[in-house]
């Protein structure tokens, strides 16, 4: 008998011919199905994202990293709809009678531009970390930058962001990581790495594919385990050679009872087999000070490399060596206080020469005086405020501007130090993110301009990155982490809440100049 080959072996040609057909028909119902709603901003047309729109019986619609909407609501599809239209640090124009928004009328398979004005000098990128990144851009069925679009690493949010360039590629590590099958994720770091620009990765412009180290449920796993209970963080990530002059990465780590209360502390070493953190020493905790801390900085004072560690600001350093690094003994503060002194505000030792003038310079077995520390010590008449090296002030109104988190690099392009930080005030950690500049790390730091605002929600830790920086410096770009926490805002921003979003700041932009010394 004559041998009949199956019928999927005979007609592949025309199964290949009737998938592609079925995926295009699919493609198309999903743009037939939705009005596509594009917010763009209108100095650069790119779409925005965290762009609220919200009808008049309260439905919310957020935009996802394309500024897209893909609306299609039950009722509302056909007719007139007015969304009000706000976003943070962007505002929609007012109509006749205050509102912030616009009617539209959905109709499936239309669309609608938007334009919106950004009050942000930055610019508002995308979302890094979590689920439904490109939600809607996927609805209807369009490209998205990124491979993993809608969840990656089973990541619905995580913590604030340590970046460092290791062995050819961007690594990445944040806090606490929630996960969708429980309230409660994992609590001992999270790690990816990424491409280098130039070297097969994405336009930092355009998004981040970030490829997470997962445990065997695809969850992203616990980069910094312990056995002691606690929720484990690390920053001060450092690059020294070992014995052998092999390159390793160092951190801090803390072990925390809470966010307040810190139960061990010191530092931990990345194995590179493993692909985890391993604890290397322990510190004591009555020496919080003497360890890596923030996002390092590595100096050269024509004698030693050193490593600086701006909280925010850069009072204490080390050398860049195991030996010193490892020795709390060995940190140094940038204090204006006298040799050997601790910190007393009732009773500080001020450091002078003969003639009257203040000695702020890098003291061992010293503690460090930033900028609470200096504003007691001007409270209390032991130093002027023209001697202060850490009395940071808008540029508009010269009211204080009291940092908290921040990142401090060299800038090419301005030939200074740069400052990206966050404000605080009294216990609240605020949305506000400023810029700053000095000559040197540690000042004097003068005069600040807001770049990022927040309408009553929290952004913090923002981190600059310097390996994305483009023409030569002159645009930078950061993250932070956008979360209700410490804000008072009992709602949470679907999504996009207690994740990370980046931001391009051109320093360029002429409200950017900032006098670098007080008037007296």
């Known amino acids: 008998m004559p041998k009949i080959n199956p019928p999927i072996l005979t007609h592949l040609p025309l199964m290949a011919l009737l998938t592609a057909i079925l995926l295009a028909s699919a493609t198309s119902a999903a743009q037939n199905k939705y009005f596509q709603i594009t917010v763009v901003d209108e100095q650069t047309g790119r779409g925005v994202p965290l762009v609220e729109l919200e009808t008049v019986n309260n439905i919310r619609y957020y935009s996802d990293s394309n500024g897209i909407i893909a609306f299609d609501e039950p009722g509302l599809m056909n007719q007139d709809v007015f969304f009000n239209i706000r976003s943070h640090g962007y505002e929609f124009p007012k109509d006749g009678f205050g509102f912030h928004g616009t009617r539209l009328h959905p109709l499936p398979g239309a669309s609608a531009q938007l334009k919106i004005k950004r009050i942000n000098i ?114 001060g990530l450092l690059l020294i050679p070992d014995d052998t002059a092999q390159e390793r990465l160092l951190a801090h780590y803390s072990r925390m009872k809470n966010l307040a209360t810190m139960l061990e502390h010191g530092l931990m070493l990345f194995n590179d087999q493993t692909q985890t953190f391993d604890k290397y020493k322990e510190f004591d905790l009555a020496q919080q000070w003497r360890c890596p801390r923030g996002h390092p900085i590595r100096v050269n004072d024509n004698a030693h490399d050193f490593f600086l560690f701006p909280t925010p600001y850069p009072t204490v350093r080390v050398k860049a060596h195991i030996n010193s690094i490892t020795d709390p003994a060995s940190y140094e503060a940038f204090t204006c206080l006298t040799p050997g002194s601790k910190y007393d505000k009732h009773n500080p030792h001020v450091d002078r020469t003969p003639d009257g003038r203040l000695v702020y310079a890098w003291k061992p077995n010293t503690d460090p005086t930033a900028q609470k520390e200096e504003r007691e010590l001007i409270a209390a008449d032991k130093i002027t405020p023209a001697e202060a090296h850490f009395q940071l002030r808008d540029i508009d109104t010269n009211k204080e501007v009291d940092m908290h988190g921040a990142s401090v690099y060299w800038n090419q392009y301005r030939k200074r130090w740069i400052m990206i930080g966050v404000q605080i005030m009294g216990s609240s950690v605020l949305g506000e993110v400023w810029f700053a500049e000095a000559d040197s790390p540690t000042g004097p730091w003068t005069f600040a301009r807001k770049i990022v605002t927040h309408d009553k929600y929290t952004f913090y830790n923002p981190k600059q990155h310097p390996f994305f920086d483009q023409d030569a410096g002159r645009v930078i770009f950061f993250e932070g982490t956008y979360c209700n926490t410490f804000s008072g805002n009992p709602f949470q921003t679907p999504r996009y809440d207690y994740n990370q979003i980046m931001y391009r700041l051109d320093l360029d932009d002429p409200r950017l100049g900032l006098p670098l010394k007080r008037d007296k």
């Open 122 to 235: 930055a610019q508002r990128l995308y979302r890094i970390t979590g689920h439904g990144i490109y939600a809607d851009t996927v609805r209807l069925g369009l490209r998205t930058p990124t491979q993993n679009p809608l969840l990656n690493g089973q990541v619905l949010g995580q913590d604030s962001v340590q970046s460092i360039l290791y062995r050819q590629k961007l690594y990445w590590f944040w806090g606490d990581t929630n996960t969708p099958g429980y309230p409660l994720g994992q609590f001992a770091m999270s790690g990816a790495t990424s491409l280098l620009p130039g070297k097969g990765a994405l336009d930092p412009a355009l998004g981040v594919d970030l490829t997470y180290f997962v445990d065997q449920n695809g969850f992203s796993r616990k980069m910094a385990p312990m056995k002691a209970d606690g929720p484990v963080w690390i920053d």
